[in-house]
Each structure stands twice: as structure tokens, then as C-alpha cells.
């Protein structure tokens, strides 16, 4: 799921936790990601369709298993890829005080599609079928590659409570979205048995930026996308905040919002938009040998009366996906416990359970994930987390994480969905991250 890290979230012996959760204030002093390997995450979604069902091997066709999945899909079925790579992530603690402040830059890219039901279904069946009436309302895509610079700070308030936020700087490389589109088109029978193919209402706006250059211009390189990625694109800005409050020294709750913001895209934009009426019932082919009609570019032209299309080169603003996290949980297993004082930090328990909700804005609606986890301390300086998540995709996506520290060196590796590994390509999901991290002082 697009930012969704049931395993990441609080797990905080891991300092990449902080980028879900700014309030998290860690049991160590300073942490130093390991340049580009310190969080390398990638999730690949498709709802309701696996890799296995187009390409495996059985005795049905190619072609009529595409057929198939066509129409077992509908309009809120949806894919989506999400990749993201922490370049450089830094934190430390303010000497003599319960602040944490934390810093870095990470590269991201996120692209979300809904299916297009009716336009797949009008591939297959062209105009074979007669007043059926195709809706081109179901086009929406959005995608972005940006790179983020982030800054974000950790406050203890209290024994109980600390809060945190952190503020973003984006640059944009690339983005690609269609959204709030209508219209209709069908087809019918006309007079003189030609048929009459009609789109009504129509209106859909394609814009682009970083993706479509001008003629004269050369085709984008990678080394274009990095510069564009890292400071060179359109600008944005974002927050995130949360905060983490001990009901008592076993019972937590938390919270946290990531990318309320925006982003003003800026590198060649190009824009298309089409909108109008339109009607044909066929062209009647008349052979003048004394002036030659072109008749395609009569329909063309007439088309382009009906359904102008305008081409618009101007920046535009997109917002970013507003992801919402929030959790319970509850401490148990005493493993050590001071007699001298009676605070939070002289207590150090082994097991952890708890449920945590997720939620991401897209274009139609919100998705909701819901997650159930248990966490153990299995030695001085190893830790695991084990997840079941109920999402779209899957009612039994089950995650494994697990943190070890040698000295100070400390790594980490996050597994979604680990039930389907035998058999992947069956997969609706799969997501890994791991990193590693130097972690000195403190606990």
C-alpha cells in the first residue's frame, strides 16, 4: 500500500520510525544513516488481479485470459507502485533535554491508478455492441517522483506525553495525473445502415510535467531526473506531526499525519484538455476525380469543431496523499526495574501488543487498513515485530521485522505479506524495506 508500513510504524528501535511518527524520542543519542542503504522500501499493489493469473500455464489463451480479468475487474479496483530511498538521514539529541531533532533527504515515487473498466471493456468489444454506453469518467491516474528534504523535531513535554513535527521541502522531477473526468460514448443504429457513434459530455484533462518534452528538445535522461529530483524541479512544501502519549507505564497511544501539503509543478508542463459534443453516423465516400476530397481529415476537422483540444504549457498544483496513522498498545513482560525511582524510563518490558489504523487520501475515496501487531525484545540488542493487516488487497497479510545492533551497527529488514512467498506470483501484494544505521549512546 502506497506509504503504508504496518511494521515500520513505532517500531522504535528502528530511526526510519521517526518518518512515520515525528514525536518518537529514541533511547539513543545520535544516529547516522548509511548513505542511500539507510531505508530502501518497495511495494507493488494490483487489487483483485496477481501476476499468476495472466501468465501462468494452462490450456486457456493469452488473449482470452486478459478477457477474463477485464470483466471480473470493476471502476474501484486500483494498482499502484510505491518506491522510496533514503539518501541521507541524520538525528541527534540536544545535550541536557528531552529534544530530538532529525534530518535528511529521501527520494520517493508513487504512482496509483484506478482501473479503467470501461475503456478496457471498449478495447475488447470496439463497436460490436449497440447502445451500450461507456463511461469515460473512470480515467484516473495519478504519479510523482520528487525527492524530499525533511527537517523534524521531537519534544518530552512530560513523563507522559511528547509531540513532534516535521517540515518538508519537495522538488519535483516528474508528475502525471487525470482526474474529475466525464463523459459517454456509445454507439447506435443509424439511417442508411451506417452506425452513429456519439460522445456526449465529454471532458478530460491530461497534465503532465517532466514527462512530455518539445520536438526540438532532447528526450529526458536519467541524470535529468536525479538533478530535477534533488532540488532542480517544482517546488513544494509539507508537514507532518504526531504525538505519543503513556496513559500509564504499560498502556500507549499515538498519532501521526504525513504530507498535509503541496507541490507546484514546474518543469515542462503540458497540459491536454478536451471537452464538447460530438456525433458522426460514418462518411459517405463520393469518388470526385475533379476535386479529391481528404475524407479522414474532414472527420478530424469536424471532430475538432465538436471536441475542441487545447494544449496548455502553465505550471499547476497537486496536493500530496495525506496519510493518517494512530495506534493502542500495551506493554507486558517486566524485564528489569529499578527500586529507586518510580519513573516510565526505569521500566524495560519484553513484549508489546496492540492495533494500529491507516489511512491514505486518493482520488475516489480513502482507504482503510487496519493492523494487529506483536512485538518482542528476543536479545540485549534484537527486536521483532509480527503484523496481521486487513486491507484491500488481502485479509490475511501477515508482516515479520526484525532490528539488530552490533555494537553500533545497526540493521534491519521488513517483509509484507510473507504468507504468499512460497508462490509470489500469486501475490495482490508485496512490500520490502530494509537499512542500516550507526546508533550511538543511550540504552
Known amino acids: 500500500m502506497s506509504q503504508q508500513k504496518p511494521v515500520l510504524y513505532n517500531f522504535r528501535e528502528i530511526p526510519q520510525a521517526q518518518l512515520l511518527n515525528p514525536s518518537i524520542i529514541p533511547e539513543y543519542k545520535f544516529h547516522i544513516g548509511f548513505p542511500g542503504l539507510s531505508g530502501v522500501y518497495t511495494n507493488v499493489g494490483l487489487k483483485n488481479v496477481s501476476v499468476y493469473d495472466v501468465f501462468s500455464k494452462n490450456n486457456n489463451d493469452f488473449v482470452e485470459k486478459l478477457r477474463e480479468i477485464a470483466y471480473d475487474l470493476d471502476k474501484n479496483d486500483f494498482f499502484e507502485i510505491t518506491q522510496q530511498v533514503d539518501v541521507f538521514n541524520v538525528g541527534f539529541q540536544l545535550p541536557k533535554s528531552k529534544l530530538y531533532i532529525s534530518t535528511g533527504i529521501y527520494q520517493e515515487l508513487d504512482l496509483f491508478m484506478y482501473y479503467p473498466q470501461d475503456a478496457v471493456q471498449f478495447f475488447f468489444e470496439g463497436t460490436s455492441v449497440l447502445d451500450k454506453r461507456y463511461n469515460l469518467g473512470d480515467l484516473t491516474v495519478k504519479g510523482e517522483l520528487l525527492g524530499v528534504f525533511h527537517i523534524g523535531v521531537a519534544k518530552q513535554l512530560n513523563e507522559r506525553l511528547s509531540v513532534g513535527g516535521r517540515f518538508k521541502l519537495y522538488s519535483s522531477a516528474a508528475n502525471i495525473q487525470i482526474k474529475n473526468s466525464r463523459g459517454t460514448y456509445y454507439t447506435t443504429q443509424g439511417t442508411d445502415n451506417y452506425y452513429s457513434h456519439n460522445f456526449e459530455d465529454v471532458y478530460v484533462k491530461l497534465q503532465t510535467s517532466g514527462i512530455i518534452y518539445e520536438d526540438d528538445q532532447e528526450d529526458p535522461t536519467t541524470s535529468d531526473y536525479i538533478k530535477n529530483t534533488f532540488f532542480g524541479g517544482g517546488l513544494g512544501v509539507g508537514l507532518d506531526g504526531g504525538f505519543t502519549y503513556n496513559v500509564t507505564d504499560q498502556w500507549t497511544v499515538t498519532g501521526s499525519f504525513q504530507d498535509l501539503g503541496f507541490v507546484n509543478n514546474t518543469v515542462n508542463t503540458k497540459s491536454y484538455t478536451a471537452k464538447g459534443n460530438f456525433e458522426t453516423q460514418g462518411i459517405d465516400f463520393q469518388f ?156
Open 288 to 443: 470526385n476525380p475533379d476535386e479529391p476530397l481528404d475524407y479522414w481529415q474532414q472527420l478530424e476537422d469536424d471532430l475538432d469543431e465538436n471536441i475542441p483540444r487545447d494544449t496548455i504549457y502553465s505550471s499547476y498544483t497537486t496536493m500530496r496523499p495525506l496519510k493518517l496513522h494512530a495506534s493502542a498498545s500495551y506493554r507486558f513482560h517486566i524485564l528489569e526495574k529499578c527500586e529507586c525511582y518510580n519513573t516510565l524510563e526505569d521500566i524495560e518490558y519484553r513484549e508489546e501488543v496492540g492495533g494500529q489504523i491507516y489511512t491514505v487520501f486518493r482520488p475516489k475515496k480513502p482507504r482503510i487498513a487496519l493492523t494487529a501487531f506483536y512485538a518482542r525484545r528476543l536479545f540485549k540488542n534484537i527486536y521483532s515485530k509480527i503484523t496481521y493487516t486487513v486491507d484491500s488487497y488481502s485479509y490475511t497479510n501477515v508482516g515479520v521485522g526484525l532490528s539488530a545492533k552490533f555494537g553500533a551497527f545497526q540493521m534491519y529488514g521488513i517483509f509484507d505479506n510473507v504468507l504468499e512467498i512460497p508462490n509470489i506470483y500469486k501475490a495482490n501484494q508485496v512490500g520490502l524495506q530494509f537499512g542500516m544505521n550507526f546508533i550511538f549512546g543511550g540504552k
